[in-house]
């Protein structure tokens, strides 16, 4: 088992509603990234954090936001929640350093909307 | 942008022996690295390996190797001695560099290991 921690396990939500997702990150690890995984598809990247500022995020749109803590963990914001949003949302913890090191990835909240 | 393709979406393979997932990639940047992480029905991304595009050796881990041919723009994934719990989802991902982490994943191959 990895250090990271993903909260809730399972969501449903309405159409329309806004949703939090909660990532604790690995124990020294400094950075951490969202992905959003829609079934039997491969993870999208969503954004990363690091050091509590946004750095680098792929394609989605403004209703997605994060946010990241001084002890590193993070959450995922959705607003105005979309049939399309649901998805596994995984999380990954890292630590950025000149040296090879390794992401963990939490299990994964399960968000489904209807 | 950077896409990775793996085209084969499910694989049935008999224990014991040796599996070989393929990925395709394509990106402009020079420098680049490849990963292969395996997701249980659980869900987590369990690393595999790792290949930087400036290694010149393959990568190995364990039953793990990876074949990297970088004028084909390849990076298959061999598992040798298959065992039953490899069956499990394969994903093939790349970034621009190691510690990046922006990874763009492929759509994944399914691997049942048969007794």
């Known amino acids: 088992e990895t250090g990271v921690t993903q909260s809730p396990t399972h969501l449903i939500k309405t159409r329309g509603q806004q949703v939090t997702l909660r990532c604790s990150s690995q124990?020294?690890?400094?950075?951490v990234s969202w992905y959003q995984q829609a079934l039997g598809q491969g993870p999208q990247f969503i954004f990363q954090y690091y050091r509590e500022e946004e750095n680098g995020r792929g394609n989605f749109p403004p209703r997605f936001s994060g946010l990241q803590f001084p002890n590193y963990s993070s959450e995922l914001n959705v607003n105005a929640l979309e049939l399309d949003d649901s998805a596994l949302y995984l999380c990954a913890s890292s630590l950025k350093t000149d040296m090879n090191t390794e992401a963990f990835f939490g299990q994964g909240t399960r968000l489904t909307v209807v | 942008a950077q896409k990775i393709t793996q085209t084969q979406p499910g694989m049935f393979v008999q224990e014991k022996e040796a599996v070989t997932l393929d990925c395709t990639y394509d990106?402009?940047?020079?420098?680049?690295?490849l990963f292969w992480y395996k997701q249980p029905s659980s869900g987590e991304m369990i690393f595999l390996i790792y290949q930087g595009s400036y290694d010149e050796q393959n990568a190995t881990e364990g039953r793990y190797s990876l074949n990297f041919q970088k004028a084909r723009k390849s990076a298959n994934l061999v598992i040798s001695a298959s065992q039953l719990g490899d069956s499990a989802m394969y994903f093939c991902?790349?970034?621009?560099?190691?510690?990046?982490?922006?990874?763009?994943f492929g759509a994944g191959t399914t691997v049942t290991v048969r007794a």
């Open positions: 990106t402009s940047d020079q420098s680049y690295g």
């Open positions: 124990s020294g690890h400094n950075t």
């Open positions: 991902a790349m970034s621009k560099r190691r510690n990046d982490y922006k990874l763009s």
